[in-house]
């Protein structure tokens, strides 16, 4: 049964910005949260659920995060941290419940202490991606009204060249110097359940980035739902991974799920397939969260074998669609089944999804417990098994957006609609066809580009692909591949397209072949698709 969508639970919040530019009721989409898993009491503080709710159920003594070259942190020494800045941030920083503090930095313990620290404090969060540049800083703090900013100190000239109207910026090792002296104890905010927690904006590749609002509970709702059912994680588990905490999929896989758990976090600074491969290695990493180009990069790194990966058990692939090429390359080398997943800002992280001997490549899974998916079509009717549609979720946490007309967009009929095309199968499982704007229309055919790049990616010498459409006189669009190859590899369009015409119906076979060393991504690791369909924007 859906939650009535209001009244909301009484607000601790002073500043009442965040709850003031919520939609109106009646644009969210419908809630699920009869579930007795997902029964949460109505004063509700996340960062005080995961620190020290955790710490009296395992100990302080539990080894919390780790970092490569520094002494690991214990459960203990982590709540200390993080009840210190808690007090800098209330008692010398003026921060308020409700204040937006925005979160700068690469993937530290020092920044996750930091939002724990947020959480507590009852203020809202706003961790944005270290790579982001002043322009993008500016329209993420004009929008979210940001006034107070904890930056890493190699961080703070981009942002401070924001200019962002009133921002204090306060450099994490100031930040720890003032911490020092405070007392290791901080009483939480008594926070609402249904108060702001954070606001996380999504990766704005194209148009103005939106601004999706998450709630306390909403934090504790992915862990119980997806961390509880598909992952099944312990607190012996060391999980790591290389998407940042200004990303969803970063914090929910790096920071909510192993402190739910009692587990660990080794945290990676830089992540791409070496520094994977050796730090899973080095630390004994048990759970891995990447996306599927990084399995492809580091089942093609030379360096493979020398390798020690029995301490994996789960592997977690979402950010974009995962080929069963991939799936198959991974399983014959590892004896691993990737847990592939999707995900969206909107929803905080991963909805549909399976895992060991229910995972099946070329689906992306069935609903994760908790959450239900259909499959509708533009005017929100459900349509039957086999026919492709859009794919419309809901669950514990649904769509809220900051101010903002998109909201009508992405909630419809009260579901959220992910602008994804997928197909449901008779078994349930839901199978990826396109993003709904990447369907490539040729002379009346339909083709999906993840299907042609699935196809170009069983080929021995492409190590990355994708397919885009490129207008065209004749034929309204045609498809055209971009493709990276393994180093030494002979460029050959034509071998390439013959290669998918044995593995595809021809007409779904690119037009067009075009060769690059790298596919341009976002740093959150997206495929930037608009830019292949710009001729001569990519080199």
């Known amino acids: 049964m859906d939650r009535p ?33 997902l029964h949460c009491p109505d004063t509700l503080n996340c960062g ?53 503090v925005l979160l700068r930095g690469p993937t ?37 009204r940001v006034r107070h900013a904890l930056c890493d100190p190699r961080f703070v000239d981009d942002l401070a060249k924001a200019e962002a109207p009133g921002l ?84 929910g896989g790096l920071v909510v799920f192993p402190l739910r758990a009692g587990a660990s976090a080794l945290l990676l600074e830089q992540a791409g397939a070496p520094r994977l491969l050796a730090s899973v290695a080095e630390h004994r990493v048990s759970v891995l969260f990447t996306a599927p180009t990084a399995y492809r990069a580091m089942l093609a790194d030379p360096s493979w074998a020398s390798y020690d990966l029995t301490s ?4 977690v692939s979402a950010g974009e669609n995962l080929p069963a090429a991939t799936w198959h390359a991974w399983h014959e080398a590892t004896g691993l089944r990737l847990i592939n997943g999707i995900g969206a800002t909107e929803l905080l992280h991963i909805f549909v999804s399976a895992a060991d001997e229910a995972a099946r490549p070329g689906t992306t899974g069935v609903p994760v417990p908790g959450w239900q998916a259909r499959i509708v079509d533009q005017d929100g009717n459900q349509l039957p098994d086999g ?37 449901r199968e008779a078994d349930g499982y839901f199978r990826y066809v396109a993003r709904a704007d990447d369907m490539i229309i040729s002379a009346g055919y339909n083709i999906a580009g993840p299907e042609v790049e699935d196809a170009l990616l069983r080929h021995p010498d492409v190590t990355e692909a994708a397919v885009v459409g490129r207008p065209d006189e004749a034929r309204g669009q045609i498809a055209v591949a971009y493709v990276v190859l393994r180093p030494g590899a002979r460029r050959d369009p034509e071998g390439l397209r013959n290669f998918v015409k044995a593995e595809l119906v021809p007409y779904k076979c690119p037009r067009a072949i075009e060769f690059l060393d790298a596919l341009p991504r976002t740093a959150t690791g997206k495929l930037q698709r608009f830019r292949l369909r710009e001729p001569g924007t990519v080199q």
């Open 48 to 100: 005080a659920e995961l620190l020290d709710a955790t710490v009296e159920r395992f100990g302080a003594d539990r080894p919390a995060l780790h970092c490569p070259g520094q002494p690991s942190w214990s459960y203990g020494e982590l709540k200390a941290t993080v009840d210190r800045i808690a007090h800098v941030l209330t008692d010398d920083l003026g921060v308020v419940p409700g204040n937006r």
């Open 387 to 423: 026919e492709p549609g859009l794919l419309a979720v809901r669950g514990p946490v649904g769509c809220r957006y900051l101010a903002d007309p998109r909201q009508t967009v992405y909630v419809r009929h009260g579901w959220n609609i992910t602008g994804d095309t997928y197909v």
């Open 168 to 251: 204090r910026i306060t450099a994490f090792d100031d930040l720890l110097r003032r911490a020092a002296t405070k007392p290791a104890a901080y009483d939480a905010v008594r926070t609402s359940a249904d108060d702001v927690a954070l606001i996380a904006f999504t990766s704005g590749t194209t148009g103005r980035p939106k601004g999706c609002m998450h709630f306390h509970r909403d934090v504790l709702a992915i862990a119980d739902t997806f961390s509880r059912h598909v992952l099944k994680p312990t607190p012996d588990d060391v999980f790591a991974g290389s998407p940042p905490l200004g990303f969803t999929f970063g914090l």
């Open 108 to 144: 530290t313990p020092r920044l996750v202490a930091c939002w724990l620290a947020v959480m507590k404090a009852g203020a809202v969060a706003v961790t944005v991606l270290a790579q982001a540049r002043a322009a993008e800083l500016a329209t993420v703090c004009g929008l979210a």
């Open 5 to 37: 969508l209001s009244p909301l639970l009484p607000s601790a919040h002073v500043d009442t910005f965040a709850r003031d530019h919520l939609p109106p009721p009646e644009l969210w989409p419908g809630l699920l949260l009869d579930d007795p898993e």
């Open 312 to 315: 994996l058990r789960r592997c």
